[in-house]
């Protein structure tokens, strides 16, 4: 299935794995806007290792999600080598993805994720150690360095296909960079010139637009998505028009846009299992599709208080009432 990915359709979009986003009722909804692939919230092979019950909770899918890939983290190559043999023999993705991108500092901290750009034979024996555990494609998603010191796309990149990952996903941006500042895209170019696997390219795509130019910009094979997406997964459709030379949709009207929140609110309900606590956890993606409207503000100081779908589908209700 990995290898019909790039063969399927001209250029596949994915959606990025992000840690508290990228649950499944995130990704079955952004598969319903176009997304091809999708990879899931990434998980500390430590964690995994030691059977953490947290940690596992966050692998469950469902075949209607594939093709999909789990995403592991770690700087110990043979606790990651154990992880990815695990998630293969228990879950079968489609493909194990290996995060060497990941900024924020507790992850960084046990030098994990950005932190392993601090050492490229480090990021080769992980690769090569998870490569070694698994019949499954190995991909890495990377940032462009540690930091501008170390700053090394093409180089990074080139460890990590040597070592024998199936596919690159290049955010090109340094861990010290964090979001800020633009992302280079001229660095996803100069990866795809120098390794013969596919490379992905991710950073600053908000737009169909931008997906498009993107493309044409760096060559890249694919596109991953992520902050873009956030409270509009249908960024997916208007990339893929975008992609196709077809007119771009644009943004859903308030009713619509709700409506896909609420839908959105009620799987993750279904899924969370604590209705209660989901409600919570789904605070951020209301902060989400509520921003930029008219009377945002204090819509979301309602809406990040509500316990329940019904008082969330009460405040969303009365709000379109009072722009009529």
């Not at 469902?62 to 293969?88: N, W």
């Not at 924020?104 to 901290?109: A, I, N, P, Q, T």
Request: neutral net charge; charged residues 25%; proline residues 6%.
């Amino acid at each position: 299935m990995f290898d019909s990915i790039f063969q399927s359709v001209g250029v596949p979009l994915f959606l990025a794995p992000q840690a508290g986003v990228s649950e499944s009722p995130f990704r079955r909804l952004c598969r319903e806007y176009g997304a091809n692939v999708v990879v899931s919230e990434f998980v500390s092979s430590d964690g995994l290792c030691r059977g953490s019950e947290k940690t596992h909770g966050y692998l469950r899918f469902s075949d209607d999600e594939r093709p999909i890939g789990i995403q592991i983290f770690g700087s110990d190559p043979a606790v990651m080598a154990d992880a990815a043999s695990l998630v293969t023999e228990v879950y079968a993705p489609d493909f194990v993805d290996i995060n060497f991108g990941c900024p924020v500092k507790k992850v960084v901290r046990r030098n994990g994720g950005s932190g392993c750009l601090r050492d490229l034979d480090l990021v080769a024996n992980i690769t090569r150690a998870v490569v070694d555990a698994t019949p499954l494609p190995v991909t890495v998603k990377t940032r462009s360095g540690f930091d501008e010191n170390t700053r090394d796309p093409i180089g990074i990149g080139l460890r990590i296909r040597d070592s024998g990952a199936r596919m690159i996903t290049l955010h090109p941006r340094t861990r010290a960079d964090m979001y800020g500042g633009r992302a280079r895209w001229s660095e996803i170019r100069g990866l795809v010139e120098a390794v013969d696997i596919p490379v992905v390219g991710n950073g600053d795509i908000r737009t169909g637009t931008d997906a498009l130019r993107m493309v044409q910009t760096t060559g890249c094979q694919g596109i991953m998505m992520a902050r873009g997406a956030h409270g509009a997964p249908w960024l997916f459709a208007q990339a893929r028009a975008a992609l196709e030379g077809k007119l771009i949709p644009p943004d859903p009207e308030l009713p619509e846009r709700f409506r896909v929140c609420l839908s959105h609110a009620r799987s993750a309900m279904e899924f969370g299992g604590d209705p209660e606590r989901a409600v919570v956890e789904f605070r951020k993606h209301l902060g989400w599709y509520t921003k930029g409207i008219p009377g945002g503000k204090s819509l979301r100081e309602r809406l990040f208080r509500v316990k329940t779908l019904e008082e969330m589908k009460t405040i969303l209700d009365g709000h379109l009432e009072g722009l009529t």
